[in-house]
């Protein structure tokens, strides 16, 4: 019998019940609540047994990033509405909507039959574990050179860096095969290692990138939950918010570094002499009590929808859907079809409909609104949710088509739509950029399906070896 949910025992169902029931102890406890009702709803449906786990990656990403806002007031010890008379009715709204966007992901997501970790053994069985690494390894130095280029070619940078989203397709197809075979785990943690280290050397901090497509990997095979597993999950979660805090007190200053102090989001020294730069921040000893501040108030992205509902429509009227027919016409009018096109400037929407005065990109600094505030500030407190749902409908369609229509392998399948979606996993995300991407990530796909998955899955299926040759 193929199990259809994860199995939580005794234990663990008892310390989930403490931990929900212990929101109320907290200063604002009832949002918290709120926050963990939704939030265990739709991991239950969302997260099954050897199932592609990428949008429960996209739920907890959001989850953090509408929650966060209420942690920071109570370290605070502030009341919720404290900077903003709109921030507790931004945090639920915020919660509605994330409701709005995966309901429909459930629904296709739940016409996948129940998958057994035979059925996965078996489809991956089929594939070369060495010829996967091989491509990988490929794909991780051409990739990564191709990434460094693409802001050279503006009008072609949106598709430059779906491209890139290849080097993370041929990492997750060969983590895959690393757990279900049990085979080159130590060439496996040196690539995670090489990948967490380069992060340090992108200015946008991309050391967390391997981390969210490893979790990717290991909720696939998540069957069931102890108290023990529990207890180390809660235990790793205070590890890392002490980790965040420590990188939030040096970020500043390692960027700084980093520039050069040429206000751009580029790295203008050597690996060398970043690494010598970062380990000398870190071994200092930092005495900023602000930094914990700092690190909730960067986690969370409900202030902008709260700022907007403080802006419109008593400054700004609604938009009625011109803000989005923007988004929508900005991302996918190639640059070549109108040359007079503007850069694409974030900044510029968010002070428009939050009054904050923000610096531009000219500054070496982008503000996003965010898509959640992008709906908002187009059809108000109840229309705002149908743009979500219209995006969990794309999301969950082109997801069951990619995962049927890809190939006959199940465990490629899921590398492609890991590598698809896993960009989209942020609140912060603009509109008019979650258009752009995700128009050119699924061109892309249809480019890939159609002239390169089938010569590609010939080249990784394993053929055993004849008896002559043995």
């Not at 000893?285 to 008593?314: C, G, I």
């Not at 590398?415 to 603009?430: C, K």
């Amino acid at each position: 019998m193929k199990q259809r949910s994860i199995y939580f025992d005794s234990g663990a169902q008892g310390l989930l019940l403490l931990l929900l029931l212990a929101q109320f102890f907290f200063t604002n406890g009832g949002y918290l609540f709120v926050g963990a009702l939704v939030f265990g709803f739709l991991l239950h449906r969302l997260q099954q047994p050897y199932k592609p786990s990428i949008f429960t990656i996209l739920l907890i990403y959001h989850f953090i990033q509408i929650s966060a806002w209420i942690w920071m007031t109570n370290y605070l010890g502030e009341d919720v509405n404290y900077k903003s008379p709109h921030s507790g009715l931004a945090i639920l709204m915020a919660y509605g909507g994330l409701m709005a966007l995966l309901l429909p992901v459930i629904y296709f997501h739940h016409k996948i039959p129940p998958v057994s970790f035979a059925t996965l053994r078996k489809h991956a069985d089929r594939l070369s574990i060495q010829k996967t690494f091989i491509a990988y390894l490929i794909a991780f130095f051409s990739m990564n050179a191709l990434g460094a280029m693409a802001f050279a070619f503006a009008g072609l940078s949106q598709i430059i860096f779906s491209f890139v989203k290849i080097k993370w397709f041929f990492f997750l197809l060969f983590g895959f095969q690393v757990i279900i075979k049990r085979k080159m785990i130590r060439e496996f943690l040196i690539f995670i290692g090489i990948e967490f280290s380069m992060g340090f050397f992108s200015y946008f901090s991309d050391f967390k990138t391997v981390f969210f497509f490893l979790a990717c990997l290991a909720l696939t095979f998540l069957v069931r939950v102890s108290l023990k597993q529990l207890v180390y999950a809660v235990a790793s979660l205070i590890i890392l918010i002490f980790l965040g805090i420590t990188w939030t007190s040096i970020k500043g200053e390692y960027r700084a570094y980093l520039n050069q102090g040429s206000k751009s989001q580029t790295v203008q020294v050597s690996q060398e002499d970043a690494t010598n730069k970062l380990l000398e921040l870190v071994s200092q000893e930092k005495n900023d009590s602000s930094a914990t501040e700092s690190f909730f108030n960067r986690m969370q992205y409900t202030w902008h929808l709260a700022k907007a509902m403080d802006h419109v429509p008593s400054v700004v009227p609604y938009q009625e859907g011109d803000n989005w027919l923007e988004s929508l016409s900005f991302s996918l009018t190639p640059r070549f079809l109108n040359p007079n096109k503007p850069l694409y400037d974030a900044s510029a929407k968010a002070t428009k409909y939050t009054g904050i005065a923000y610096l531009r990109g000219n500054s070496g600094v982008s503000f996003s609104l965010g898509y959640f505030a992008d709906s908002y500030v187009d059809f108000g407190y109840y229309g705002m949710f149908l743009p979500l749902i219209l995006i969990g409908f794309v999301y969950g369609s082109t997801y069951l088509y990619i995962l049927k229509k890809s190939s006959d392998n199940f465990i490629f399948n899921y590398a492609v739509v890991g590598a698809l979606y896993m960009e989209f996993g942020a609140l912060e995300t603009d509109s008019t950029y979650l258009a752009g991407r995700l128009f050119s990530s699924l061109l892309v796909f249809w480019a890939l399906r159609h002239f390169v998955f089938p010569w590609l899955i010939k080249y990784l299926t394993w053929v055993a070896p004849t008896q002559k040759e043995l």
